[in-house]
Nanobody
Framework: QVQLVESGGGLAQAGGSLRLSCAAS????????VGWFRQAPGKEREFVAA?????AYADSVKGRFTISRDTAKNTVYLQMNSLKPEDTAVYYC??????????????????WGQGTQVTVSS
């Protein structure tokens, strides 16, 4: 199974930016759909964005976040701009075996990273 390690979380002010990285132990392009999810305290884990041969976003982040991949580094990024306090959460990278359509539910992903904290202050 692919191993995933997130990095890049931290503290940002509202309106600021952060870039999260998800480093995979093997090539994900053409092998896995990679997604970003987040979980705020007391809330369920929710879909943020995912990348297959196309990208998909939750409505709450569309136009502010961008998911991309660097195939040479086996890394998927989440560029987060115009951050809001409600973006505060632990962000998780996940991979779904098979290079198919993007899935937006947690049960569709079978490989998860440990998570990275993002805190946005107002």
């Amino acid at each position: 199974q692919v191993q995933l390690v997130e990095s890049g979380g931290g503290l940002a002010q509202a309106g600021g930016s952060l870039r999260l990285s998800c480093a995979a132990s093997e090539r994900t392009y053409t092998r896995y759909v990679v997604g970003w999810f987040r979980q705020a305290p007391g809330k369920e884990r929710e879909f943020v964005a995912a990348i297959s041969w196309y990208t998909a976003y939750a409505d709450s982040v569309k136009g502010r976040f961008t998911i991309s991949r660097d195939t040479a580094k086996n890394t998927v990024y989440l560029q987060m701009n115009s951050l809001k306090p409600e973006d505060t959460a632990v962000y998780y990278c996940a991979a779904r075996s098979g290079f198919g359509a993007v899935q937006t539910t947690t049960r569709e992903y079978d490989n998860w990273g440990q998570g990275t904290q993002v805190t946005v202050s107002s």
